[in-house]
């Protein structure tokens, strides 16, 4: 008689457990958009949801204590002219925040420390260069002020964001819809998922194609893919009869996946979050009312099944909070903002542990705020490693975050014309405003003059 020996993981007990209602965010109409992002993006001061809006596109900013019923009245972020597809918070700055919309432009925003206390209409940096809607945007992991951007025109576009450019666009290596796409650890590649059916990792910096895989999974419907630790590839995807599938790869040999597991027959876009600290993936499906968790380790059958939390309600979107923000004394691993019709449920993920001590063996240390190069040196070819910190005594910021400043003088609007022209229009406003200031100036000068002169 043979018993099944069942696989030691520290993980194996974790737990979901959601909010109580006093700490949930009550009466946000969540945008009813159908589109694949997440809806929400979340960091230690504040979260961000997509909202429907009338006659444009708003998300809504909140700081984290500010839980309970939200007023019918509260201020958004709405200075887009059609609805908002996604947006995520910088990581190196928690007050920046960027946006993509319908009306095919990349906003950035500031939101002030104690939150809006009236609607933003205005950003700080308007990003042009996209000639359909903008669905996908993600910030570089190490690199201060660098932006990704990948739109419905199949292009991707690095921006640096204080110069208000587009320093490269990769419009030639995509033929078909751009599913998802993100960086790798130190931001010295990117992954796309197509609708070509291949998925690619390319060279950031030149917009070549490394290596490619031609469907990673058999089915129609939506790929998403990440990179995981050891730089290999996680993908959630269909098999040809629309099962969902995940599936893991290594880039040295994309001929077989290392695994491939079928999970169920759901119809909804299975959203990845991995936590290279713990080596744990969590599958958020959009419609589902459910959140799985994996974890990827370096021997067969190397994706394993831990568990999952399941409610009632189905999810919308979901907000996944960087490990800085996380109540360490608490065993808190991971921690979501779930996103309902009607509101923004917060969901904790912990591991069961009778000490109230600190945990070495779940928190090493983390990737903090700080980056690592600057914008220009990034382009330049300079790459920069993670930045880690310690979260024993908890996360405090040891060095005031770096403001956000805007060359203006340097500001270029780019636009999406064959070529790659420049649109000087807004340029050519602003030095007009500046030159009518000076006039202003001058004149208040000499009027003050005379009349010194005339007092004399």
């Not at 809806?39 to 998300?59: E, L, R, T, Y």
């Not at 079928?262 to 990845?272: A, K, Q, R």
Request: aromatic share 8%.
């Amino acid at each position: 008689m043979s018993r099944k020996v069942v696989r030691s993981s520290k993980f194996r007990h974790v737990f979901g457990q959601a909010a109580k209602t006093d700490q949930c965010y009550d009466d946000i109409r969540i945008s009813q958009m159908t589109w694949d992002s997440n809806f929400c993006s979340v960091n230690p001061k504040f979260v961000a949801m997509i909202v429907d809006a009338s006659g444009g596109g708003a998300f809504m900013v909140l700081p984290l204590s500010k839980s309970g019923r939200i007023d019918m009245s509260y201020p958004t972020v709405c200075g887009h002219t059609a609805p908002v597809l996604d947006i995520e918070f910088c990581p190196h700055n928690d007050n920046i925040i960027a946006s993509g919309s319908e009306d095919c432009s990349v906003m950035i925003w500031e939101i002030p420390d104690s939150g809006l206390t009236s609607p933003l209409t205005d950003p700080v940096v308007k990003l042009e260069g996209h000639s359909k809607r903008v669905g996908i945007l993600s910030w570089h992991p190490t690199a201060h002020n660098v932006l990704m951007s990948a739109g419905c025109d199949n292009v991707v576009i690095l921006w640096n964001v204080v110069r208000g450019e587009a320093v490269m666009k990769i419009d030639s290596v995509h033929t078909d819809l751009i599913y998802s796409a993100c960086w790798n650890q130190d931001g010295s590649q990117i992954l796309t998922a197509c609708k070509d059916k291949i998925m690619r990792v390319l060279d950031p910096r030149k917009g070549t194609v490394l290596i490619e895989k031609e469907k990673p999974h058999e089915g129609f419907r939506p790929v998403r893919a990440v990179f995981v630790s050891d730089g290999k590839i996680l993908t959630t995807g269909f098999s040809r009869v629309s099962e969902r599938q995940v599936a893991l790869w290594d880039p040295k040999n994309f001929g077989e996946p290392l695994t491939l597991q079928e999970l169920d027959t759901g119809s909804g876009v299975l959203l990845p979050f991995f936590d290279p600290d713990t080596g744990v993936f969590y599958l958020c499906g959009k419609g589902d009312s459910s959140i799985r968790y994996f974890e990827v380790t370096d021997e067969a059958p190397y994706v394993h099944y831990l568990s999952m939390y399941s409610s009632k309600e189905s999810q919308k979107g979901m907000g996944y909070m960087p490990k800085r923000g996380l109540e360490v004394n608490k065993c808190e691993i991971a921690r979501f903002y779930k996103l309902h019709e009607r509101k923004c449920e917060p969901i904790v993920m912990t591991v069961p542990r009778k000490s109230d001590l600190f945990q070495e063996d779940l928190y090493p240390d983390t990737i903090g705020p700080e980056p690592s190069v600057e914008a220009d040196e990034w382009f330049e070819g300079k790459d920069g490693q993670p930045i880690l910190i310690s979260l024993k005594d908890g996360f405090v910021a040891t060095t005031k975050a770096k403001e956000f400043k805007v060359h203006k003088s340097l500001l270029k609007t780019t636009t999406a014309s064959a070529g790659n022209q420049q649109d000087n229009s807004g340029e050519v406003q602003s030095l007009r405003k500046e030159v009518k200031d000076l006039k202003a100036a001058i004149e208040e000068l000499t009027t003050r003059v005379k009349e010194l002169e005339s007092n004399r």
